[in-house]
């Protein structure tokens, strides 16, 4: 909820005279504040948010970006997880350069649109977004979105092991070995118990996503046919097919899906963002999908030469894909790309299992924060561990079709898009607890276009699956 | 205070730090403290509920439709 901003860092606030959009509000007095260890971390970094501010000149206001900026970088290189990259390098290989390449920059901007909501959302509330629809919709539809997202993120976690099994594959690893230590790597980095320190070594690995870019350069795109591809959204080889509209909606299903969602607000809250910090959380969203559309437009450009040379990669792995490309960019290409296969499974392991601990920890009315020892967050990281070990350990069973998996989970995070952006426009629209930053009609029209196209997508999946015969009735085959 | 949700209090919280707490982060934002600050439960609309709903059977329709697809395509 808005509260009263006070004018400089120094002003304190008065805990009797609160105002507050809520008339369930009740003034608090300071006999009735406990102090927490969550409570003393996230002052510290407020501090020094409010010690940056009050200085004056462009190095004060970069410094200002970087203690915020991190929630929008992390939710969408993360977002660029296992999956999406094994689906941009799919469309690549199958498709060249061509229709996709600005149809991803057009999702990566729906991503903006709907993550833009979750920065306002989350500075003005200070609430996790399960837990603002748990309060707001009552504990039926807080529950219900938990075990949906509890569902999603489970099935997504088992695809980024797959990523992290197929990277390190590349390289002789044995998947127990790649899995485990994933596990472990995923256990350090909440050692931290800081949200600051576990933000900060988050960022920097989810920073190897761009290791596709150099992979992309060795392939020497044609950088006219880029353009034109970008201008004119041609060609499209082989037209509207079953198999196209499952490469559709996995790619859009690769930037925009409800753990996102979850994951920004409750990383907002968990950070200590306030209504005075909604513009630099807006730049941190968009640096954030600026990197993340360069790292998937990369990784279709490196494997768009498998669809110069006619290669099959239907059934291919992230590590099959790192192979059949070294003919064309070398043993360090290829390894290249592989360990940017390890660095996406491995980001959103960490992010997707954290947004289910959060969502759990807000609807189950425990406590949820990075800031929390172990011991006072037992449920927060027992969620997680759980969850995650849970994922990897089914990565493990002989046998599994890894691929198909990858690919329907990127086309079940489309499907359940629509019910989750229902709460989030409705939370956002709701001037009871937004007061003056509900959304203007603008951003309204573009979070109703977002849900016509993903619905859209989602029928059109569901005309090609059932009456593929009626495609063609739309330009189809 | 709800025990359950909170987390435990800092057993050693100096002067310095619970001023800096209260200078620092707004009241919402204080764990303790967010209980008087809560959302109050909106009523939904007919409108609004017929579009969870509809929106919850497209869901379970078209994770029926994946489910088709991965039968279909294993056999």
Known sequence: ?477 | MDQEFHSAPDAKVTRNELASVITALEPDQIISTKEHHHCSRRRLTRTEMLLFWGLRFYLVFMVGVVVYQIWTGVR
């Open chain 1, 1 to 477: 909820m808005q509260m009263n901003e006070p004018k400089t860092a120094s002003e304190p606030r008065r805990f009797a005279v609160l105002q507050s959009n809520s008339p369930n509000e009740q003034p608090t007095s300071p006999a009735d504040v406990v102090i927490t260890h969550e409570d003393i971390d996230r002052a510290h970094d407020r501090q020094r948010v409010s010690a940056t501010r009050a200085r004056r000149g462009f190095r004060p206001r970069l410094g200002l970006f970087w203690l915020l900026l991190g929630p929008g970088i992390l939710v969408m290189l993360g977002e660029n997880d296992g999956p999406s990259m094994l689906s941009y390098a799919a469309t690549g290989a199958r498709f060249g350069v061509g229709f996709f390449l600005p149809f991803v920059v057009l999702t990566f901007v729906m991503a903006c649109v709907v993550q833009e909501m979750t920065v306002r959302l989350g500075a003005a509330t200070h609430r996790g977004h399960a837990e603002l629809i748990f309060d707001r919709f009552g504990p039926f539809w807080g529950w219900f979105s938990m075990v949906d997202l509890m569902i999603g993120n489970f099935l997504t976690l088992v695809t980024e092991f797959i990523a992290v099994r197929a990277g390190l594959g590349f390289f002789g690893v044995r998947p127990a070995v790649a899995v485990l230590g994933a596990l472990l790597v995923l256990s350090v980095a909440l050692m931290t118990h800081r949200y600051w320190t576990w933000e900060r070594i988050i960022l920097g690995a989810a920073m190897f996503n761009l290791a596709f870019v150099p992979v992309a350069l060795l392939t020497h795109p044609h950088w006219s046919a880029v353009g034109w591809a970008l201008v004119t959204w041609k060609p499209l080889p082989g037209g509207l097919t079953q198999e196209t509209v499952l490469i559709l909606l996995a790619n859009i299903g690769a930037t925009v899906t409800p753990w996102m969602l979850f994951f920004q607000q409750s990383a907002i809250a968990d950070k200590g963002l306030t209504t005075r910090d909604i513009r630099m959380g807006r730049l941190d969203t968009a640096l954030g999908a600026t990197l993340a559309t360069i790292a998937a437009l990369a990784t279709m450009l490196a494997t768009a030469p498998l669809f110069l040379h006619h290669m099959s990669a239907t059934n291919f792995e992230a590590a099959e894909f790192a192979q059949a490309l070294q003919p064309f960019v070398g043993y360090w290409g290829a390894a290249l790309f592989a360990l940017g296969m390890f660095e996406a499974g491995m980001v959103a392991a960490i992010t997707i299992s954290t947004s289910s601990a959060y969502a759990f920890g807000e609807v189950a009315r425990r406590p949820h924060s990075l800031n929390l020892p172990f011991k006072q967050g037992r449920s927060f990281y027992l969620v997680l561990l759980v969850e995650a070990v849970a994922a990897a350990g089914l990565v493990l069973i002989p046998g599994i079709p890894l691929v198909y998996i990858v690919l329907l989970v990127n086309v079940i995070a489309v499907l359940a898009m629509p019910p989750a952006l229902l709460f989030l426009y409705m939370l956002v629209n709701d001037r009871e607890i937004m007061g003056s930053l509900v959304s203007p009609a603008w951003a309204n029209v573009l979070a109703l276009a977002v849900v016509v196209i993903l619905v859209g997508a989602g029928l059109l999946f569901g005309i090609s699956v059932l009456a593929p015969n009626v495609l063609a009735l739309v330009g189809g085959r």
